[in-house]
């Protein structure tokens, strides 16, 4: 480029006609210098302009040309190039839309940050992360311009998003800075929201079924060093303020990383998520029920669409637990602090009703008690000893608290002939029994003890053949949460069993109902070592293993 060029005033489009005539050698040299990361700002700013005020004649013919744009280390460039080359992208796109997806792949790329190989992710430094929020910074300002410039590029946007997302393998600082652009674009495009929560959900549940709770457990002691959370400012110019670090973000109290490697990229998503869905519902600390409608009914669709069906999910749900707590009436019975008694009676009352309906309509045909008949009896059943045995001090402490509890003719449910003490889940079978003799509501212990000793014949598919009964599946998607980070927006919501000292001893008495001794009985062989329990146990229901929510109707 000759020095009149370089002064300032470049003309783009006598360099394009000698191309076009033929001329290559100038065209050819003014590509390698703008490819040269070596270039001044001050010269880049110049051939950015002449571009864009020619921009028009940037065809398919120079296509080589575009993708030297297009790969231009611009974010980190002064804030002159910024905007010069923002002006030319948008530019670029609107008058020639099949540089659009070319285009934007390029701007998604830049939310997965290049991650030195030789340097280990934990030793990141905060410089690193600081030049990192200017780069999403000036990405997603030019996003935001294309997406309001050009109608059809969001639907170009969404598909490149999911193809985009870092490798699970990726560490957990490259995840959550992907993540966090996906939650920030959001707040300028909302109506691809579900689309986006979809990604993020899906993503989390892919780490969550590779941090099983037990494995959490056991490398909750180790000491690794493992990456803290990135912290940045998204609120770039007036019309993007929607920060996802809130200022009362208060990050002292889940700043501890799990060791554990998927758990702890799995909780900076939680996080991210959870902050997320706070900000949304929440303002200045008062909910705003308009906008926690409309993210719930989306949310629920991805709830109903991903994590019912998946398998082994330990933590993700939680964040339909999180939601619902903006509504006393959500029906999370037992483990929710936020559900008041009134909710937790009216719902048991209408349990134990539908209970002896069925008990009403059914008591002449039954002749054993079969899990794939009454499927339906049984599991409501359960829920009703779960709920009862989560709530019962809160109940006996109400005025009339047992009164009401015998209205439910407890008795009647545990001595029927489809007999549920023998195929709801033993740990619920037998807190419930030890209550509900403490308090004289029904007596379930002669009963437990013949089921101990019997084998009941079932018929299998309309076939004479006999076998052993099997116990109910055991869903249960609201173990305690283990995550720390994200731990501080759940556990102040969650309620976790605490036995009282009459119920200790009541279980000291005769047989001990948490032995981890215990032998286990010809039906509950099949039952995890991790389900037997010690005399006060933490959380009486605190499994190892999680079920995962296929065919559930949860009602606890």
């Not at 069925?358 to 002749?367: K, P």
């Not at 018929?459 to 599946?473: A, C, F, I, P, W």
């Amino acid at each position: 480029m000759s020095k009149k060029e370089k002064s300032g005033r470049f003309n783009l489009k006598a360099l394009l006609d000698q191309y076009k005539q033929g001329s290559h050698k100038r065209y050819d040299e003014f590509v390698n210098i703008l490819s040269d990361p070596q270039t001044k700002s001050e010269d880049l700013r110049v051939y950015l302009r002449g571009i864009k005020e020619n921009v028009t004649e940037l065809n398919k013919e120079f296509e080589d040309l575009v993708g030297v744009l297009l790969k231009l280390d611009w974010p980190c460039r002064e804030l002159s190039v910024v905007r010069e080359y923002q002006s030319l992208l948008v530019g670029l796109i609107c008058v020639h839309s099949y540089y659009l997806r070319a285009s934007i792949r390029t701007l998604i790329k830049y939310f997965t940050p290049p991650i030195n190989k030789s340097v280990p992710e934990t030793e990141v430094s905060l410089e690193m992360r600081q030049t990192n929020e200017a780069v999403f910074l000036n990405v997603h300002m030019v996003l935001k311009a294309i997406l309001d410039s050009v109608p059809m590029s969001s639907t170009v946007l969404l598909p490149l998003l999911h193809d985009l997302f870092p490798f699970l393998g990726k560490g957990a600082y490259i995840q959550e800075c992907y993540v966090r652009n996906l939650l920030q674009i959001t707040t300028y495009l909302p109506t691809a929201r579900q689309r986006i929560l979809e990604l993020v959900i899906d993503r989390m549940l892919k780490l969550d079924v590779r941090a099983p709770r037990q494995d959490i457990q056991e490398t909750e002691g180790d000491e690794e060093d493992m990456e803290e959370g990135i912290v940045f400012d998204m609120d770039f110019e007036q019309d993007l303020t929607k920060d996802l670090n809130s200022k009362d973000f208060d990050r002292k109290c889940s700043d501890k990383p799990m060791t554990h490697r998927e758990a702890n990229i799995l909780d900076v998503c939680m996080e991210m998520t959870l902050t997320y869905i706070s900000n949304v519902c929440y303002t200045n600390g008062v909910c705003n029920w308009e906008a926690t409608k409309k993210l719930y009914r989306e949310i629920l669709l991805v709830f109903d669409r991903l994590i019912l069906p998946t398998h082994a999910s330990c933590h993700v749900q939680f964040i339909m637990f999180y939601l619902c707590s903006t509504k006393l009436h959500k029906n999370l019975l037992s483990r929710a602090m936020f559900v008041p008694l009134s909710t937790v009676t009216a719902c048991l009352d209408l349990m134990c009703e539908w209970v002896h309906l069925y008990l009403d309509n059914t008591s002449e045909e039954i002749v054993n008690a079969d899990v794939s008949h009454h499927g339906p009896f049984y599991s409501v059943c359960q829920a009703v000893f779960y709920v009862f045995v989560f709530r019962n001090k809160e109940i006996f402490e109400m005025k009339k608290g047992h009164n009401w509890a015998e209205s439910l003719n407890l008795q009647r449910i545990v001595t029927c002939r489809l007999n549920p003490l023998r195929v709801c889940l033993p740990v619920i079978v037998k807190m419930f029994s030890s209550i509900s003799r403490m308090h004289q509501l029904a007596f379930c212990d002669t009963i437990i003890e013949r089921n101990k000793r019997c084998i009941l014949p079932v018929t299998s598919n309309g076939v004479g053949t006999s076998s052993v009964l099997t116990e109910l599946d055991s869903y249960f998607p609201f173990d305690p949460y283990l995550l720390n980070r994200s731990g501080r927006f759940i556990i102040p919501l969650y309620r976790e069993f605490k036995g009282s000292i009459e119920e200790d001893q009541e279980l000291s008495e005769g047989e001990d109902d948490f032995l981890q001794e215990e032998q286990p009985s010809p039906v509950s062989e099949s039952v995890p070592q991790s389900m037997s329990l010690g005399k006060t146990p933490k959380d009486f229901l605190h499994y190892g293993i999680s079920p995962g929510f296929k065919h559930i109707q949860d009602i606890t």
